[in-house]
């Protein structure tokens, strides 16, 4: 009865959010519910259990965030996003118009580029591609999640915070994992451009074409400031990568990210100060996006912190445990459900990692594999519809409804990223 309830706890977060109320209301009404059901001291439970999950990580990973925020808002008030993609979509050109919508993401994410920033960047740029090619605008969504948080976020030096927390408990760097890593992001690469290329074709075969939405003529007309050198574009993504390679040799993974990020803002501000319109204005606003952006994610770590503590969660955990197979199978499970029920790749990650991680490092695996296959575990499930960029995606980026696109951006982001981390189970189990 007690996962009973906890199933739907998590329904109940879930609805609220693809219903479009503020996660962070859904998530204290989820807890509440949760707390209440399986007899926990409500008061307790909100005061102490969740408010210590969402202060904790709040004040772990603020810094992280903030200059996340920051760095993707100047890389998008000075257009340098915008050259990013608008150079990767020349270069491929519009026969191309689905792959250069994929790289462009990619080579923003891996690059230290806010998700949303990269999503808000590439959409124009994406419905002329999509508007010249004459394909269906609904797999504008899945192209942008794939190229955002499926292959680039477990790719081995990814500067994304669910590539640093494992280094916290694991011992490891943001490289960790790093040959069976790329094969499994190659491989996600290569499964994911077949498949949504399949999608996209079928539907056009039955007749599917592109379809104008009132807010076209705005975004072109957004579309047409004038946009930095893509040298000079580039170059703060190439600190950053550069960045994270020297600072982790010497520092801990989330003061190499924060040093990385904090060195591509500075680059950024100097050589395009030209094109930024209020420098202090810029700052602010990124600060609110960062304060957003990790209040969400803490509200929903929170909830997971509360639903932990139920004996549901416990008989999850310890069946899951309890799989036959290579230890690392049941970690890779144990982490995506998690990650699942709080509808984040960090959230998941926040949860289960102080839990999971002295159970199998006691079990004498090699901490880099359960570094890498904890990041790709947590980027299954964690993409259902209540993940807050998904829905962000589908809907304020995309103008979609869930009903036409979700079903492309689940295949990208669930079903073929556990693919991906399976097939990193089996190599590491056979070669670590």
């Known amino acids: 009865m007690s996962v009973f309830m906890l199933l739907i706890g998590l329904a109940i977060l879930i609805y609220m959010t693809v219903k479009g109320i503020n996660i962070i209301i859904s998530a204290v009404v989820a807890s509440a519910f949760v707390a209440l059901t399986s007899g926990q001291d409500i008061i307790e439970a909100m005061t102490g259990t969740y408010m210590q999950g969402f202060t904790g990580y709040f004040a772990t990973y603020f810094l992280l965030f903030l200059l996340g925020a920051i760095f993707g808002k100047v890389m998008a008030e000075t257009g340098a996003a915008e050259a990013i993609a608008e150079w990767v979509m020349k270069i491929i050109g519009p026969k191309g118009a689905v792959m250069a919508v994929v790289l462009a993401c990619a080579i923003m994410t891996y690059g230290g580029v806010s998700l949303f920033v990269v999503g808000f960047a590439v959409y124009p740029l994406a419905v002329s591609l999509f508007r010249n090619a004459d394909l269906p605008r609904r797999f504008i969504p899945a192209a942008l999640v794939f190229g955002s948080v499926t292959f680039t976020m477990f790719l081995p030096g990814s500067p994304e915070i669910q590539n640093i927390m494992p280094t916290e408990f694991f011992g490891t760097t943001p490289y960790s994992g790093f040959w069976i890593g790329m094969i499994a992001s190659l491989f996600n690469f290569i499964l994911g451009t077949f498949f949504l290329h399949l999608l996209i074709r079928k539907a056009v075969n039955r007749g599917e074409k592109f379809e104008k939405y009132d807010s076209d003529i705005e975004t072109d007309k957004e579309n047409k400031k004038k946009l930095p050198n893509i040298f000079l574009a580039l170059l703060p993504v190439v600190i950053v990568v550069?960045?994270?390679?020297?600072?982790?040799?010497?520092?801990?993974?989330?003061?190499?990210?924060?040093?990385?990020?904090?060195?591509a803002i500075v680059v950024a501000c100097l050589?395009?100060?030209?094109?930024?319109?209020?420098?202090?204005?810029?700052?602010?606003?990124?600060?609110?996006?960062?304060i957003v952006a990790i209040c969400n994610t803490s509200a929903v770590i929170a909830f997971g912190k509360v639903a932990a503590l139920t004996s549901g969660f416990t008989q999850i955990v310890e069946t899951v445990l309890e799989i036959p197979g290579p230890p690392l199978l049941s970690m890779a499970i144990c982490i995506n459900l998690i990650a699942g029920l709080t509808g984040s790749a960090s959230g998941g990650l926040g949860i289960s990692l102080p839990i999971l991680s002295p159970i199998y490092l006691n079990m004498g695996i090699d901490?880099?594999?359960?570094?890498?296959?904890?990041?790709?575990?947590?980027?299954?499930?964690?993409?259902?519809?209540?993940?807050?960029?998904?829905?962000?995606?589908?809907?304020?980026?995309?103008?979609?409804?869930?009903?036409r696109a979700y079903p492309a951006v689940a295949l990208m982001a669930v079903v073929l990223t556990m693919c991906a981390t399976a097939l990193a189970v089996v190599l590491f189990t056979i070669f670590t």
Request: proline share 3%; net charge neutral.
């Open 367 to 403: 901490p880099g594999a359960l570094h890498r296959v904890s990041v790709m575990s947590s980027d299954g499930l964690a993409s259902l519809p209540h993940n807050g960029y998904i829905v962000t995606t589908i809907r304020n980026i995309s103008h979609e409804t869930f009903k």
């Open 242 to 263: 550069a960045g994270m390679v020297t600072y982790s040799q010497l520092f801990e993974a989330n003061t190499a990210a924060i040093l990385a990020l904090l060195g």
């Open 271 to 290: 050589t395009m100060f030209k094109f930024i319109n209020g420098f202090w204005d810029v700052l602010g606003k990124g600060s609110n996006d960062a």
